[in-house]
């Protein structure tokens, strides 16, 4: 009996044995512990740089929406995140990121009371004298504005290819290849030769630092291409432009008052001003020196 029961012990299947403490992704060389597997396996394979096309990580939880593999952040008030961005219902919030300190703002703080400290408040509800924490600022000792030129001027440009220079989404993808390098001043303290790396350029193929005003209409009024290297059919979609049905000039005139002009000078009325015109521009400056010397002269003691 005993020896039937060790044979029967000896030839009965194996247990799954749980992951090896320590493991490492399957990929050779690499030392990444794994976190990514093939939908509905328990066992994480591959690390996130090495991971497969279709697997997800099998430690976080998945939205709950058939066939979404993304993260959950949203769910009800108190509860637990059951949906992602793109999947959430009606009333549902982000319980996941932290929220402003100020009662009833659900927004994500970014602003503390010091350098390296806990955010606690948002923008709108930060304290005078908060520092914002969440985003890089001058390197310049003292200055808190947003970097948004590099330090030295890019010595290798990536050209982008005829093929992708319209199909691009946004101006960063063009920005980004033609001036490689993060932020690190802003524009009063960027030491001579730094290039803005936030601003889009020219898509050009052969290479353009200008900034783009010209894209095509319907286009989600992109600007992509500079005057000099726009292609057939497009239009400035930067500036405003005046207001008659069917023109594209720059507006420069309108009415005593308007706080900017609506016409250009071949749709404007007759009453209309133009408010580019030096003469408009430098009325308030020529009336000013009289006034202070009529009022110098009066005050001047009769001899």
């Known amino acids: 009996m005993g ?10 299947p194996s247990k799954p044995r749980c992951r090896k403490v320590g493991a490492r992704c399957r990929f050779e060389g690499c030392t990444g512990r794994p976190w990514f597997a093939q939908p509905g396996s328990r066992v994480p394979r591959a690390c996130k740089a090495h991971k497969e096309e279709g697997e997800v990580n099998v430690y976080a939880p998945a939205c709950e929406a ?8 949203y769910g009800a008030d108190g509860g637990r995140a059951r949906f992602c961005c793109k999947h959430k219902l009606d009333g549902m919030v982000d ?5 402003c300190a100020k009662k009833g703002c659900r927004r994500q703080p970014s602003w503390a009371r010091e350098r390296g400290g806990r955010a606690l408040f948002c923008k709108e509800h930060k304290e005078d004298g908060m520092v ?26 990536s050209q982008p290819s005829e093929d992708n220079t319209e199909t691009t989404a946004g101006g960063a993808a063009a920005t980004a290849a033609a001036h490689p390098g993060p932020a690190r001043y802003c524009a009063a303290h960027a030491p001579a030769g730094a290039t803005n ?25 992109q600007p992509k291409f500079c005057a000099l290297h726009r292609k057939p059919g497009m239009t400035d979609v930067r ?25 250009c000078l071949r749709h404007a009325e007759p009453d209309m001003v133009n408010f580019r ?14 006034r202070r010397k009529l009022a110098i002269s009066s005050s001047a003691p009769s001899r």
């Open 3 to 12: 020896r039937m029961a060790v044979a029967n012990a000896k030839t009965a």
């Open 66 to 73: 058939d066939a979404c593999t993304t993260r959950p952040h």
């Open 95 to 99: 319980v996941l990121n932290k929220r």
């Open 132 to 157: 914002d924490t969440k985003h890089k600022t001058c390197l310049h000792p003292g200055c808190t504005r947003f970097p948004s030129k590099s330090g030295a001027v890019a010595t290798t440009k």
């Open 197 to 221: 790396v936030t601003a889009s350029r020219c898509r050009h193929p052969g290479g353009c630092s200008v900034q783009p005003y010209f894209g095509r209409e319907g286009g989600g009024q």
């Open 239 to 263: 500036n405003p432009r005046c207001t008659a049905v069917g023109c594209t000039a720059q507006p420069r005139c309108g009415r005593e008052g308007d706080p900017r002009p609506s016409f």
């Open 277 to 290: 015109s030096a003469g408009y521009r430098d009325r308030g400056k020529a009336t000013t020196p009289k």
